[in-house]
């Protein structure tokens, strides 16, 4: 070891010599008492390896106690898979584990991590997208487009869009969270809009007054009466002296006018009445 080295350096040449002659230990032991006990020490020795990979997952959405065990579980895998009669230096093992604990890491991620899950192919694409995202930052000095994003990996823009969409899934964000743009720092569950009739009905009541307003005197009192008031057609009919066919008829034809009017959006438009309605229903 040159006299420059640093602690640091050395000890991780003193863990990769320590783990080679453990290695060949398991190799040859014979007893499978003898040959767990050697691989629990190769394990117990690379832990610090473990824990490092499994601190660049930190922050998005697992817990950190889980990732380690998953680590754990990928090196212990890793140590009773290698084969020392296939290395040719004292790092292959290393060079081994590393992405045996990272892909075990990144399949936990896939299967368990997504509090809502995409699919398979945008699960696979995400990790190449946020490499690619660091990669072109550096080179270009500041955040990178989709559009850059998707010409560099080769892949559709819409895909990487709905990939970046969805950067955040791991781990929501919790609703006790300070609103940071909020002067008086409310958390983020107060600016949570609650479910309200009203509310849903605005739009709904804007849409429809242009329409309302073109329909004549009698057409209007009809759908006043009709969905305002609650009446029904026999009673609508009594009131203006007409037979209850004609306020049928005067109603459907009423109705279509209005939808034609708004446009394809009036399908989905209730009158407070139909509204009320159908929550009873």
């Given at each position: 070891m040159p006299p420059t080295a640093t602690a640091q350096e050395q000890h991780r040449a003193e863990r990769a010599r320590r783990t080679t002659e453990l290695l060949e230990q398991a190799r040859s032991a014979r007893d499978p008492a003898e040959h767990e006990q050697i691989i629990e020490d190769i394990v117990v020795l690379n832990m610090e390896v473990a824990e490092s990979v499994a601190c660049r997952y930190?922050?998005?959405?697992?817990?950190?106690?889980?990732?380690?065990?998953?680590?754990?579980?990928a090196l212990t895998q890793a140590a009773k898979r290698f084969d020392p009669a296939l290395a040719s230096g004292n790092d292959e093992f290393l060079a081994f584990a590393v992405p045996t604990i990272r892909g075990e890491l990144r399949k936990h991620f896939r299967d368990h991590g997504w509090v809502i899950r995409p699919t398979r192919r945008i699960q696979e694409l995400q990790p190449r997208i946020l490499a690619a995202r660091d990669e072109l930052h550096r080179n270009l000095g500041r955040t990178p487009q989709p559009r850059e994003i998707a010409a560099h990996l080769d892949e559709d823009e819409a895909l990487v869009n709905e990939t970046l969409a969805l950067d955040g899934c791991y781990r929501p964000l919790s609703l006790d969270l300070q609103a940071p743009d909020e002067g008086c720092r409310v958390p983020l569950g107060t600016l949570v809009r609650a479910q309200d009739a009203a509310w849903e009905s605005a739009e709904a009541r804007i849409m429809l007054e242009n329409s309302l307003q073109a329909l004549g005197e009698r057409d209007r009192r009809i759908v006043f009466m009709r969905f305002f008031l609650g009446q029904t057609q026999l009673e609508i009919a009594e009131a203006l002296g007409l037979t209850q066919m004609?306020?049928?008829?005067?109603?459907?034809?009423?109705?279509?006018?209005?939808?034609?009017q708004i446009g394809e959006l009036g399908d989905t438009v209730t009158f407070p009445q139909q509204q009320a309605s159908r929550r009873a229903g």
């Open positions: 930190h922050h998005r959405g697992i817990a950190h106690e889980d990732l380690l065990q998953v680590a754990y579980l004609t306020i049928s008829r005067n109603l459907t034809r009423i109705l279509r006018e209005i939808r034609q």
